[in-house]
Each structure stands twice: as structure tokens, then as C-alpha cells.
């Protein structure tokens, strides 16, 4: 007897799975045209706002404005954000007027009462809610941080993100330069982990610490590191972690090449895109830390 020949199953997508997945993937292009509701769009479009999505002069306006008021900066940029306001028309009197509004406003259940006044729009009010979603990321990053440099000591620092430098070829300056005397106490900005320690020509003896945040803050031209700092080890918020030096610029162990200053840096993203720290800075500038 000879055995049968085997036959081998063919799979193949039934007229009925067909039709169900045209409908699924109908509905989610026509969903994501119209806007998605936010946890869907988080889920699967990874939609919340980054910081380098934001001009850093709004930021700066926002979070100065809301502190200003005692209004919680988010309100203010998700109100712009689901009226769709042109840049040019973010402005101070119109942050502002917002602001004055809601004095004294306690959480997103009130927000309708609050804005009843300015609009009273329900669909309004739905987006709104979903922007303030949008901008979480962001608020982790604003939230529960210190300023670098230790409580007591004398500095000065201005917005010189994107100057042009020329060392090492032309290119723009990553970050915010806090000039202050050598040995001048640093601190991390935030709870996180040592990535990465040691030399570099550009950032001389520097430091890379993730946030929990999920933020690279860089830390350069250090005079030396804290004798408790290790890469791979965790460190706290307020933490000393290295002293203002003025180290870089050359082969390892060049110092002198400029003034002693901390330069300080935030990298966004799996792309670790470099952010502009100014409009944090001064904020965080109101919750220094003595040096421990």
C-alpha cells in the first residue's frame, strides 16, 4: 500500500477578515485625521508633546506667567494648544489675560467654570483636557528639580543656546553656560543615573545623567567629580555630584581655555535631541539646595 500524499495547507485571509480589516483601518485613518482621543493617540502614535516642540520663549512665558498668577503653567499652554493659536499670537497680554482668569482654580473639574466667560464651548473644554494629557512629559520634566548649582554661591547665566562656536569646527552651542568661580558646588537637577563619566575634548571632565524623566542632563568642564559619583550609580536630587572647573578644549587634563562655568545641557528623546534648559533654569533658580 502506498500512503497518501500529504497535502499542505494554504491560509489565506477569508472574504470576512478581509472586510474587518478595511473597517479597522478605515476607522483609525479617519479617526486620526479628525484627532484621536488621547489615550488612544498615546497608545499608538506616541503623542505627547516634546519639549523641542515649543518655542522656548513660550515655555519661558507660560511657566513665568503661571508662577506669576498661581495658575499651573499646563492650563495656559493647553488653552493655546486647543485654540490652535498661531505663534505669533502667543503673546504676553494674551497668556496673561488667560492667566487672570483662572486665579485660583484647583483642578480640571473647575476649568469649565473658570472659562465660562472667555468660552463656553464644550468640545473646547474636551480638547483642552486632551492637550493637558499631551503635555505630561513635559510637566515631569518641569516638576520636583533643583538648580545645578549649589545655594549660596555667586552666578550669572543668559540664553546662549544655538550661539555659534567655533572650537572643533562651526556649530552651535547645546546648551546654557553658568559662569561662576572654580569649585563651586554642583548638583543634580534630579533623581537618576550615572551614563556616562570621563573626558572629552569639547566637554572636558564631564558627567551624563538620566532622569527618571527620561532627560539626558549633561554636566561639563568640571574641575573633578564628587568621590561618590560612579558611572552606573544612582544619584538624588540636590546630590553633589562634581565642582565648576574650567576643563576642556584639548587633549586630556587641558584646562585655562576660558572662564570657569557650568555647562549645563538636556537632550530629549531616543534621538537625544539637544533642548534649549533656559526657561527650566530659571524656574528650577528658585529651588536651590545647599550643598550636601
Not at 104 to 117: R, T
Not at 240 to 253: F, H, N, R
Not at 266 to 289: C, D
Request: charged share 30%.
Amino acid at each position: 500500500m502506498y500512503a497518501s500524499p500529504r497535502i499542505r495547507r494554504r491560509y489565506s485571509i477569508n472574504n470576512k477578515r478581509r472586510f474587518i480589516c478595511a473597517i479597522v483601518c478605515a476607522f483609525l485613518l479617519i479617526a486620526l485625521m479628525l484627532g484621536l482621543p488621547s489615550w488612544i493617540a498615546r497608545k499608538f502614535f506616541d503623542s505627547y508633546y516634546r519639549i523641542a516642540d515649543f518655542a522656548p520663549e513660550h515655555l519661558e512665558m507660560y511657566f513665568a506667567i503661571g508662577d506669576e498668577q498661581g495658575v499651573p503653567w499646563y492650563y495656559l499652554a493647553a488653552i493655546d494648544k486647543a485654540e490652535d493659536v498661531m505663534a505669533e499670537d502667543i503673546t504676553v497680554e494674551r497668556v496673561g489675560r488667560i492667566a487672570i482668569l483662572l486665579r485660583g482654580i484647583e483642578n480640571f473639574e473647575q476649568l469649565e467654570q473658570f472659562l465660562e466667560a472667555y468660552r463656553g464651548d464644550k468640545e473646547f473644554y474636551s480638547r483642552v483636557r486632551e492637550e493637558l494629557d499631551k503635555l505630561e512629559r513635559i510637566r515631569q520634566v518641569y516638576e520636583d528639580k533643583v538648580f545645578p548649582i549649589a545655594k549660596g554661591y555667586e552666578y550669572d547665566y543668559s540664553d546662549g543656546f544655538g550661539d555659534v562656536r567655533t572650537y572643533g569646527g562651526e556649530r552651535t552651542h547645546e546648551g546654557i553656560d553658568i559662569m561662576c568661580d572654580k569649585g563651586v558646588p554642583v548638583v543634580s537637577v534630579c533623581d537618576g543615573v550615572v551614563e556616562k563619566m570621563g573626558w572629552l575634548e569639547l566637554g572636558g571632565w564631564r558627567l551624563g545623567i538620566r532622569g527618571e524623566d527620561g532627560i539626558y542632563y549633561y554636566y561639563a568642564h568640571l574641575s573633578r567629580y564628587h568621590k561618590d559619583v560612579r558611572q552606573g550609580r544612582r544619584v538624588k536630587k540636590g546630590q553633589v555630584i562634581g565642582y565648576v572647573g574650567d576643563s576642556g578644549y584639548g587633549e586630556e587634563g587641558t584646562t585655562g581655555k576660558f572662564a570657569p562655568h557650568l555647562h549645563f545641557g538636556m537632550y530629549e528623546g531616543k534621538e537625544e535631541v539637544a533642548v534649549n534648559p533656559y526657561p527650566f533654569l530659571k524656574m528650577w533658580e528658585k529651588n536651590k539646595v545647599d550643598a550636601k
